[in-house]
């Protein structure tokens, strides 16, 4: 006989098997269905979260930045000379910042906080006041709804122009359309060029605008926050940012660019750097750390199912041993027994694998329902349940296979 066709036979008679002793084949499969279910939907819900959250990351502009802000240089006492001539953080560190790596750079933009009284016809608020620069608008995930972006020459020339957020726009020019009007920041007249489109997350349905508070932005040119708002003649800014889309370059460039930014300051360390994508991986090994318990919940439930298995399995040979002992008289040789029963384990644990499968999903879209995230189901995941499952299966199959083929014809056949 082919190996194909007595593999069908014994596929044929772990069918016959099953079907005949159901009640005993469903607790055999019980703790496999639990198993791959606790995997699957272990791991549905934990990327079900980390998609949601990446998405937030992907509307703010995305993970891949590197952030230098201003920090205290002066750790107490009176400042030195050094210390008294620095001029911190500026425009020339983001100019000299982008040069230094063109390759590793994909974008750069600076910003200038101030607070002002802002007026126009309809409203008079104290908000504050971005001083934009470069790249700022898509780095934070900003796009132009209506009018246009500020041009070159009316960023590096401080021009009288603004950018209104979908919130701002609202707040100043509740009756009519912003575009060409004049809104007053601080002590001067700007002219409104462009609105943004409203920015909208929420991490459930039925919760509030997590980027409400984006939509207040008041853009100006950096270069006319700083001098005309704050008579800042050295071009200070409160924040450079620098958008690296091959996250391997990060570190290096990080390293390359202290180095710049501790010669243009004079040896001060009167900055810091922010790696966002260093937070995003310690964010994804914390992800990992859940994705192992629950991988290690559905092992522990098959390894209690496969015990469980062991025992029904052994507790089945002895109602099986004449059976046995009349294949193995006519021709039947031990290895023949020994893949006969490992068949029956491995479509019992198949058969458990589907189910359990069918019940992780369920179990993760009822989750994920209750936390009113869209569910993810990868792959990847429903592969490595099942795999594990398999594993286990085969595992614990061995024995009472190996136990069966080492009968004796003779003996298996005067067993009462």
């Known amino acids: 006989m082919s190996r194909t066709g007595a593999f069908t036979l014994r596929l044929a008679e772990s069918w016959t098997e099953i079907r005949e002793n159901l009640g005993r084949s469903v607790l055999q499969a019980l703790g496999v269905m639990v198993g791959v279910a606790s995997v699957l939907g272990g791991f549905s819900i934990s990327d079900s979260h980390q998609a949601r959250s990446d998405e937030r990351w992907r509307k703010l502009g995305g993970m891949e930045r590197l952030n230098v802000q201003p920090a205290e240089a002066i ?5 030195s000379a050094l210390q ?26 600076v910003q200038k906080n101030a ?49 209104l957020g979908a919130e701002a726009a609202l707040a100043f020019f509740p009756t009519g ?12 007249r700007v002219v409104v060029v462009g609105v943004l489109r409203e920015l909208v997350f929420r991490w459930r349905d039925g919760d509030g605008n997590a980027f ?13 926050v700083a001098t005309r708002m704050q008579g800042d003649k050295y071009s200070r800014v409160d924040r450079v ?3 690296i889309p091959d996250l391997s370059l990060m570190e290096g460039f990080a390293r390359e660019l202290v180095a710049v930014l501790k010669s243009n300051h004079r040896l ?17 090994s914390q992800g990992q750390v859940y994705n192992i318990v629950f991988l290690l919940s559905g092992v522990l439930s098959l390894i209690g199912g496969g015990m469980v298995n062991v025992n029904i399995q052994l507790a089945s040979l002895k109602e099986r041993v004449r059976e046995i002992g009349v294949r193995m008289a006519i021709g039947a040789s031990g290895k023949e027994v020994f893949k006969s029963f490992l068949t029956e384990a491995l479509l019992l644990t198949l058969l458990g694998s589907l189910a359990g499968l069918l019940l992780g999903v369920v179990f993760a879209k009822a989750i994920c329902s209750f936390l ?20 286990f299966g085969v595992l614990f199959a061995l024995y009472p296979a190996w136990k069966a083929s080492r009968l004796s014809p003779m003996e298996a056949l005067r067993y009462e």
Do not use: H
């Open 241 to 243: 940012t620098f958008k």
């Open 115 to 163: 607070r002002a009284r802002v007026r126009s016809p309809y409203a008079d608020q104290t908000r504050q006041i971005s001083g934009i620069g470069g790249d700022f608008l898509p780095l934070n995930g900003y796009e132009i709804e209506r009018g246009r972006l500020f041009s070159t020459s009316e960023l590096e020339a401080g021009a009288p122009v603004c950018l």
């Open 372 to 391: 009113e995230i869209p569910a993810l189901l990868r792959p990847t995941s429903f592969l490595l349940a099942f795999v594990v499952a398999a594993g």
């Open 75 to 79: 750790r107490g006492g009176n400042p």
């Open 84 to 109: 008294s001539a620095n001029l911190g953080l500026r425009r020339l560190d983001a100019d000299e910042g982008e040069e230094m790596n063109r390759k590793a750079v994909n974008a750069t933009s």
């Open 268 to 284: 001060q360390d009167d900055f810091r750097i922010d790696d966002i994508a260093a937070r995003m991986r310690k964010r994804q």
């Open 177 to 188: 359309d912003p575009l060409g009007q004049s809104i007053t920041l601080g002590e001067t």
């Open 212 to 224: 409400a508070w984006r939509n207040r932005l008041i853009a100006a040119p950096a270069a006319f």
